[in-house]
């Protein structure tokens, strides 16, 4: 089915490869380490502060950044998307 397949985003914590050396699919980029693409999954400090300002307005954003800002790789931190959207539905922190 390579041929079907244009553009794919792979997650995980290993590496991924296909056992025919001639598949198209073996032609990756990983950009586990790019600091071009370190925000690509979570939202960046601006992100965060623009796209919810509505939703943030009572909140002392230090202490969401003391508990969602914390992953970065080679590059700008981004908050976790899954963990800040809950916080923002249930307006309390905790460890999602």
């Known amino acids: 089915m390579?041929?079907?397949?244009?553009?794919?985003?792979?997650t995980g914590v290993s590496k991924f490869s296909?056992?025919?050396?001639?598949?198209g699919l073996n032609q990756l980029r990983d950009i586990t380490l790019?600091?071009?693409f370190s925000t690509i999954c979570g939202y960046t400090e601006e992100e965060l502060v623009n796209v919810f300002k509505d939703r943030l307005e009572d909140v002392n954003l230090e202490d969401v950044?003391?508990?969602?800002?914390g992953?970065?790789?080679?590059?700008?931190?981004?908050y976790n998307p899954f963990d800040?959207?809950?916080y923002l539905v249930e307006k309390r922190f905790r460890p999602f």
């Open 2 to 10: 390579d041929g079907y397949l244009h553009l794919v985003f792979l």
């Open 65 to 69: 950044r003391k508990w969602y800002n």
């Open 71 to 78: 992953y970065s790789w080679c590059g700008e931190k981004a």
């Open 18 to 23: 296909k056992v025919s050396i001639f598949s």
């Open 34 to 36: 790019s600091e071009e």
């Open 84 to 86: 800040i959207l809950l």
